[in-house]
């Protein structure tokens, strides 16, 4: 752990982390800084902002996919020369599994990375209040990682009167905490949402200006340098062991203690293999990681778009349809019908095809939006999606193949469920269960050579997944 790092975290979900985030990675990028990102939990939109608006390299770090080792190496190897990391937390700072354990927290990730944490408080509509809030939060923080305080969405005039107050109190309670300034609520930089997150950065207009905006602000109102000097702090920190010793229960997630496979995606993809995969407005929700599995085991990714284009790519031996918002573009993806008769014979002729949430809302044979407008779509599959209003099983799962098709007995895949809308018929193939609570249900639809289901599935979870698919495509090949 060489490199420094930082996390914004915050106590609640909407206290302005992504707004506060990007502008910090765009002020460290105008310092001349070789600065990378993260962004933890199971979160697509916000590495997008990282990526496609600041244009600096973005992963996803979460410690219930990878468990505690493999998340420190995952960081290792990704920040490696790099000059610094920021960090952009998750919902409250203490918030994980289901809510109510700490296990997959911004905290848990922040303790397992050795990361300083700025604490983001969104003060607005809070007096003196805000001062037993923090020292709520900083009692709770048992390693000692708070290091700094922003206050959010707070004028001036305040800040002034409520820092005196603040520091004093810190002072009075020996925490080694610094306040590092503040930033005025201003509506035109906020950065708007829909029902699944954060709007796209492409559906934002003047993105780039809003942020460039907001870096030039937290120059003025934040003590940059000082969360560089906090960010360096704990740098080959000696009390500082990489080992697993949090409190946890949760499963083995390497899946160590199944039978493994003899063979590897390297032993098995000799033969120039292509995977199509969907991206577009419609199609954009995938981890990198996932598709870097398949570019490293000798995989070509073809990227195509069922808005656009008019049909498969000619040479593509297997089809990834991930998640995204199909919903908003029923319309036009019902329309492509060259398109949908493209994907549902390749599929009907045995290409091998994996689909995910929006990918797998796509393959039904009609889609309802939330104003009762009916879309036809590829009918692969002979059920109907609905909106429903509300999130559907919402939250991380593991998943075991019932036929042992993609995953050997004993084997799982963890993933995690976010989406409104739902389906006439699941499928039943695959055991779905959320960890802690075990709670259990049937999902998914799997065949000798497809696996298709609401799911979003993180695959360097259980990297068998992808090399039997691999295999798969090999064979039809």
Known sequence: MSIPRIMIAAPKSGSGKTLITCSLLWAL???NMDVCAFKCGPDYIDPMFHREVIGIPSENLDTFFTGESKTQDVFEDFSRDHDIAVIEGVMGLFDGVGGISEIASSYHLAYVTDTPVILLVDAHGMGRSIIPLIEG????DRKKLIKGIILNRI????YEVISKALIEDLAENEHDVKLLGYFEKRDELS????HLGLKLPTEIEDIKDKLETGADYISKTVDIKEIISIA??????ENYKKSDNYRTDLPDPDNSKAKKKEFTGKDICNFGITL????DEAFCFYYDANIRMFKERGVSIKYF???????LPRDADGILLGGGYPELYAKELSNNKTMLSSIKNAIKEGVPSLAECGGFMYLHRELEDDNGRTYALANVIDEKVTYTGKPVRFGYVELSDKENRFLSDGYKIKGHEFHYYDSTGNGTDVCAVKPLTGRSWDCCYVGENHWWGFPHLYYPSCPDFVDEFIKMMTKRK
């Open 155 to 158: 004028s001036r005039s305040f």
């Open 232 to 237: 360096g702090s704990f740098v080959d920190n």
């Open 29 to 31: 990028k105008k310092m």
């Open 137 to 140: 939060m900083l009692s709770y």
């Open 191 to 194: 950065v708007s949402g829909r």
């Open 276 to 279: 199509a995969v969907a991206r």
């Open 305 to 311: 778009s069922p808005l656009h284009d008019k049909k």
